[in-house]
């Protein structure tokens, strides 16, 4: 049962992404009914720790065995998102590659693991030119600052 918990038109979500980076390039997802990016993860199972649910959900996903690099953020999001009032702990972590990972030349591309979502590996360079969220995530990877931290993201936390 994934961590996640309804209360009328609540919901609190417990997830875990995943910062791949490779010559220069980072990783990112989306569903193919959207067009806003988030990094690679999902939700974590009650019962199961954040760097097992990284790497079940790398697994799932993209049919990869991955190996946690270090954490790097935690990030507490409030947010609206299908006329529901979001409270999301998402927890960052870089993952260390244990083979080369298909680049797949730069071009949006889909696994049989996810076909609901849409892949692209993107130049941390041009990484500014999509709709990355939280934004939070984005400035750090546009910044290259990978210390961890914890960041609050809000313009409703008056409301909660």
Known sequence: MDAVFHVEHQVFNYRVAAV???????LIHRSKKESNWSLPGGRVKLGEDAQTSLQREMKEELNLQ?????FLWTVENFFTYAEKEIHEVGL????????????YNGEEFTVLEAERLVFKWVPLQDLDQYELYPEVVKKKLLSSSFDSDYFLVSSKLQNV
């Open 66 to 70: 991955v190996t946690i690099d270090r």
């Open 20 to 26: 791949m980076m490779q010559e220069g390039r980072v």
């Open 92 to 103: 960052y972590f870089k993952l260390a590659a244990e083979e080369q990972w298909p680049l």
